[in-house]
T-cell receptor
């Protein structure tokens, strides 16, 4: 099946610094990638949708200047959390669509656990 | 706006017992998907239902989509310890997917 990787898997950073998370589709070209945020024992909340070569579409309440998304190629999307604060600590998961399976399937990366101290 | 509730929030069963999670929508859904997320892991796609009254089976898992396309369920027969995790329903909203709150399943051996 289609594989999506995420890097890093865990990151601890100090308040005020920026953190970049990479999401790669390893064996298929992802026409669309999605970024989610998940707090402990809660559901996945969609943050933004990104299409290769165009600006990301952010969900209501998500600050686009704080969560910078770049989808530079059909296999790579990055999420940069700028000027991170402790309340940004969360599990960030990307997903990609466009693999060899059904067009509606989303393939999820393993997630990145961000802790801001 | 559209509201979808997933229940129960949490269920703890004895190994061998059955388990069911439900998603109920206030409006008609065009489709519904089900995902499983193991503890510490990421969501894994299980199935998509599109047709009214559709029933699909995957081994011990049975998925149903209601006749009015407002309700869906995931039923696991004779649970095993490998079934532990959180089960999410999700539905398409344009280009994106919206997830239900999830049902956490714990299985006692």
């Amino acid at each position: 099946g289609a594989v999506v990787s995420q890097h890093p898997s865990r990151v601890i950073c100090k308040s005020g610094t920026s953190v970049k998370i990479e999401c790669r589709s390893l064996d298929f070209q992802a026409t669309t990638m999605f970024w989610y945020r998940q707090f402990p024992k809660q559901s996945l909340m969609l943050m933004a949708t990104s299409n290769e070569g165009s600006k990301a579409t952010y969900e209501q309440g998500v600050e686009k200047d704080k969560f910078l998304i770049n989808h530079a190629s059909l296999t790579l999307s990055t999420l940069t959390v700028t000027s991170a604060h402790p309340e940004d600590s969360s599990f960030y998961i990307c997903s990609a669509r466009g693999g060899g399976g059904h067009s509606y399937e989303q393939y999820f990366g393993p997630g990145t656990r961000l802790t801001v101290t | 706006g559209q509201q979808v509730m997933q229940i129960p929030q949490y269920q703890h069963v004895q190994e061998g017992e059955d388990f069911t999670t439900y998603c109920n929508s206030s409006t008609t859904l065009s489709n519904i998907q089900w995902y499983k997320q193991r503890p510490g892991g990421h969501p894994v796609f299980l199935i998509q239902l599109v047709k009214s009254g559709e029933v699909k089976k995957q081994k011990r898992l049975t998925f149903q989509f209601g006749e009015a396309k407002k309700n869906s369920s995931l039923h696991i027969t004779a649970t095993q310890t490998t079934d532990v995790g959180t089960y999410f329903c999700a539905w398409g909203d344009g280009n994106k997917l919206v997830f239900g709150a999830g049902t956490i399943l714990r299985v006692k051996s």
